[in-house]
């Protein structure tokens, strides 16, 4: 069974940067591609960037060149790198392999 744990989410000027971090559990992790959705308030979550085992990686076009997926499989960790945030980036960010979804974590960028 998969589960899924993000952190690092808070509170950042515009501009600012911040690494979310995805703690996975479950034997699919090394098999499966790993994906970061985010969620702005009221909206449907929207896929951000995704990994594969091999490292792969891809991105939704408005967060090309800012933010960078990586992951340790050794450790079982997926990272989101967020750098040159933008107000538009404030959200909830979920982690997601498989069917399986972490519980989020709050990213709020302030003007």
């Known amino acids: 069974q998969v589960q899924l744990v993000e952190s690092g989410g808070g509170l950042v000027q515009a501009g600012g940067s911040l690494r979310l971090s995805c703690a996975a559990s479950?034997?699919?992790?090394?098999?499966?591609?790993t994906t970061w959705y985010w969620q702005a308030p009221g909206k449907q979550r929207e896929l951000v960037a995704s990994?594969?085992?091999?490292?792969?990686?891809d991105y939704v076009d408005s967060v090309k060149g800012r933010f960078t997926i990586s992951r340790d499989n050794a450790k079982k960790m997926v990272y989101l790198q967020m750098n040159s945030l933008k107000p538009e980036d404030t959200g909830v960010y979920y982690c997601?392999?498989?069917?399986?979804w972490g519980q989020g974590t709050q990213v709020i960028v302030s003007s």
């Open positions: 990994i594969t085992s091999g490292g792969t990686t």
């Open positions: 997601k392999l498989g069917a399986a």
């Open positions: 479950g034997s699919i992790f090394n098999i499966l591609p």
